[in-house]
C-alpha cells in the first residue's frame, strides 16, 4: 500500500482543491491531508481563515479521495510527518515547486499544476469583498 500526503488550508473550498485531492489519490492508495490549523494559517502565513479548522475537516472528511486529515500547525512539521506516516509520495500544487525538495530524501515528491482561474484567495476577494 502506498501512502500519499498533501497540505494546505483548503478554505472556501472550490474545484481546484477537489482536483489536487483527486489527482494526489491517484498516485497511490491512501492520501493523508495536513490541514492548516487557524493558529498556524493566522501566525505564519497570516492569513485568517473563512472557515474554521473544524469545517474545513469535515469538508476534507467528506470527500472520497481522502483517507485521513491531519492537523498542520508549523511548517517544520512535514518531515515527521513523511517519516511517521510512512509516505511514499509527498505532493504539493507548483505554486509550492522546490520548496520542498530536501523532502526527497525520504519520498517522491510531486508538484502538482495548479487548476487554472481558481484560488480561494480569488473567491475571498470577488464575493467577500477582501478578507
Request: aromatic share 12%; net charge neutral.
Amino acid at each position: 500500500m502506498s501512502n500519499i500526503i498533501t497540505y494546505g488550508s483548503f478554505d472556501l473550498f472550490h474545484y481546484g482543491h477537489l482536483e489536487i485531492l483527486r489527482r494526489a489519490k491517484g498516485l497511490g492508495d491512501r492520501l493523508i491531508v495536513g490541514l492548516s490549523t487557524d493558529e498556524f494559517n493566522w501566525r505564519e502565513k497570516k492569513k485568517k481563515s473563512y472557515h474554521s479548522y473544524e469545517v474545513r475537516k469535515a469538508n476534507l472528511e467528506a470527500i472520497n479521495y481522502v483517507d485521513l486529515v491531519i492537523p498542520e500547525n508549523n511548517w517544520s512539521q512535514k518531515e515527521f510527518d513523511v517519516q511517521i506516516y510512512k509516505i511514499d509520495v509527498f505532493v504539493m500544487g507548483d505554486d509550492w515547486k522546490h520548496k520542498f525538495d530536501s523532502l526527497k530524501e525520504y519520498c517522491n515528491v510531486i508538484y502538482l499544476p495548479r487548476t487554472p482561474d481558481i484560488s480561494s484567495s480569488l473567491l475571498k476577494s470577488l464575493h467577500l469583498g477582501g478578507m
